[in-house]
């Protein structure tokens, strides 16, 4: 046999071995049913930090982890736990990282659960929303916001859900203010007790969305919580 002959037989046997291998092992991500398998709450790491209104998101993953009997605990970038929402696996995440450079702890706990993009849902504050407004979505634009501009550039897909918490934004003689400086004081400052019971109310239905979302799908979720949303 020649060489050639014997290299052609070599590489064939290769295929068909990669072939068989490939199913009996299948691959380790999951197929996308619609209902998260990871849910991130955005924020900023500290003590300093934990009650400002650019924190809202790590209230809601704080909450879970309280409802579910466990609290998270640091991995490296993230703190984490897993939880069991309605008989499915589900990780809760908060990344150690400042909101602006949050997209590389995210995106590396994409990677280790072996999961698709679209089985991540993230929660974050919103200025265009009035305070404790509770929107979910299966995907969107970063929309101005930093963490998520990040977020969706190290996972490299915008094709995620997301759940946004309403904080507004500051008022001048009426008009909503957008000057960088006065929005940063705005978003790391704590709410009013007003608007915080707003907020705490809003964590309380983001929890509750996420949960319907783990059991029956973002969809379902949203055909609930968008609708019944009626805060003003």
């Known amino acids: 046999m020649s060489l050639k002959s014997r290299f052609t037989g ?17 691959s380790s991500e999951p197929a996308f049913d619609g209902r ?9 790491p500290g003590s300093e930090y934990g009650n400002t209104r650019h924190n809202v998101g ?8 309280k409802r579910h009997g466990s609290s998270l605990a640091r991995h490296g970038k993230v703190d984490r ?6 008989g499915r696996e589900v990780t809760l995440a908060r990344p150690r990282a400042f909101m602006n450079v949050c997209g590389p702890p995210v995106a590396a706990e994409v990677r280790r659960l072996h999961v698709p993009p679209e089985a991540l849902l993230v ?18 634009s970063a929309g101005g916001n930093n963490g998520m501009k990040s977020l ?18 500051p008022y001048e003689d009426g ?3 957008r000057d960088p400086d006065s929005i940063a004081n705005w978003v790391l400052s704590a709410p ?15 929890a509750d969305a996420i949960e319907l979302a783990v059991h029956d799908g973002i969809e379902a979720a949203m055909g609930v919580y968008n609708r019944a949303d009626t805060t003003p």
């Not at 070599?10 to 299948?26: C, G, L, M, Q, W």
């Not at 998260?36 to 900023?44: E, H, Y």
């Not at 969706?152 to 934004?169: E, L, T």
């Open 123 to 140: 929660v974050y504050d919103d200025l265009d929303l009035p305070v404790g407004r509770l929107r979910l979505r299966q995907t969107g």
């Open 175 to 177: 008009k909503g203010v």
């Open 36 to 44: 998260p398998l990871l849910v991130v709450g955005l924020g900023n």
């Open 10 to 26: 070599f590489r064939d046997a290769r295929k068909r071995a990669s072939v068989e291998d490939s199913e009996e092992h299948p």
């Open 192 to 206: 009013t007790p007003d608007h915080r019971a707003l907020l705490d109310d809003a964590v309380t239905r983001a």
């Open 152 to 169: 969706i550039g190290s996972v490299g897909s915008k094709d995620f859900a997301r759940a946004r918490i309403g904080i507004d934004r």
């Open 58 to 65: 790590v209230w809601v993953i704080n909450l879970l982890a």
């Open 81 to 86: 736990t897993t939880v069991t929402i309605g």
